[in-house]
């Protein structure tokens, strides 16, 4: 009885239930600690808008030293990502899938997030994956930060009847 | 050391690293910007266990790595831990990133993932990243210039 209590409360609070979401956590952590062990960098997602920009624009933040070093391996790591993902696709076979989500959504949260990730240092693979697994402070305040405010604005969309 | 320095094996094992990360963001449902969404609007907290789960594993190779292990075998660099310095851009940056989350349910990793998976309408989001990283770095530039200019006519 106990046990069906407990499946009832997972199964509302975990629709999907929780095992994709755990080993997708442990094949993404899994994916920057292979990385790492190799080569000894910390690989975000975020720092690639900037060292990519350094391709086509002169301004000189996206000219530094240290993306114009990194902008070669971080389009192979993001080629990567994109593989991978169209790997799942291909293997698991859940075929093409896309976004309900409305495409000025899509552009206007995505511009937000292009400045907000680089202003504040990193994204949720920079701080939320690896600054956390690095116990930096730094990094958790901005974690708690960007999911307050995630939390409040996605509710305050659904509340004004904008869905998915 | 310039990317192609490094030796055959650097680009194999940072694409085989993406793949992997791509491979898990996309299994985890992270690419699909709803499954998201229905985190942040309490519907399924999954997500939960995607950042727990990959803290998780960073935190315990971290910590291995820079106690016990000496240097990364493929660069010679030495193990570190991602420790940034903290100003109040990492809040506000912070604070605009978490409305760009709440409003579309994209980040960067998972928009790349995205992608892959054929979700050709994120581009429009891939997009709003390029822009959004490109006003930042063109403000804080032309900000950089001018208080130093400010600074040179002070002398």
Redesign the interface.
Known sequence: MDSLVQLVALSEFFPRGILPYLLGGLLVGGGVAFIYLATGIIAGASTFLESTLSYVSDVPRFNRFKYIQSRGWRLVFTAGIVSGAALYGLVLGPGTWTTEVQWWRLLGGGFLVGVGTRLGKGCTSGHGVCGTGSLSRTSLVNVVTFLAVAIGTAQFVQALGVTP | ????ERGP???S???????????????????????V?DF????????????????????I??AV?TRS?K?????G??????????DR??????????????????????????????????L???????????????W??ARTSTSADAAATDN
């Open positions: 050391m310039n990317t192609e094996w650097f680009l094992v940072i694409y085989v690293g993406g793949l992997i990360f791509g491979f898990g963001l996309a299994i985890s449902g992270m690419a699909r910007p709803e499954v969404l942040l609007q309490f519907e399924d907290f999954g997500l939960l266990f995607v950042m727990g789960g990959a803290a998780l594993v960073t935190g190779t971290f790595a292990l240097r990364a075998p493929l660069t660099d030495a193990y570190r831990r991602r420790l940034k310095g903290f851009n990492v809040i506000i940056g912070g604070t605009i990133f978490g409305g760009g989350w709440g409003v579309s349910g994209i980040c960067p990793g998972a928009a790349y993932a995205s992608v892959g998976i054929g979700n050709y309408p994120i429009w989001a891939i997009a709003g990243m390029f822009l959004g990283a490109y006003a930042q770095g063109y804080r530039t």
